[in-house]
């Protein structure tokens, strides 16, 4: 709930070569709606910082249109692979339980996904597998997910749609505190390296596709 102080106007959006506001883009946007961030390496979800914050901001700012005060998290999840898995709290993906650890069976992992009737789905860009869905897993995605996105751990995919550029701060610290939350120097601290060798010292740039529902289930 930290994240609650920033403002729609932080953020800088170009959609497919235009300019639109925050407001604008995320003007349809429910406070029931829920975002899953399939991470399945742990850390990848730091090149989506920009769109997920972007999203919490739509959520606080659904709550301030109707009251002043409230204590509310939205119902955002992470997916990912690897144990332990990684805290994504400062994301304000939060309680602890909404980092979901699923197992390497793309089958499954859409289980967790639409068991928890996310809507939005984030999923790291690459080529596409052949995964033999059952007809019954396909049809609860086609009736939860509405939106799905391509990004990538280095913050930038191509072709894209859209890009986001904030201010570095305190975006920037939000996602270090990911890598910082796993304690294995070997694995986290050196793509912590990487991941800040992508980012400029004053604004923080990335980029995003939308794909459809099938292209994302399959690079799960």
Known sequence: MHSSKLRNTDFRIQWRGESVSHSNFFAGFKITDRLGLFAPNRFEGAGAVTLIMAYVTAFYDRYRESRTDFRAYPDFFTFQRADPVADYGMLDIWPSHKNVLVSSAAG????????????????????????DFDALQIESARRNVNRCFAYSFEGKVDPSDMIIECDAEPLRNYALAVFDSVNSEEDSQPKRGLWLSHVQSDSLT?????????????RL
């Open 108 to 131: 499954e992992t859409a289980a967790a996904i639409t068991d928890r009737g996310v809507n939005i789905l984030l999923v790291p860009d690459g080529p596409e597998k052949e995964i």
């Open 206 to 218: 990335q980029s995003f596709r939308e794909i459809s529902l099938m292209e994302a289930l399959e």
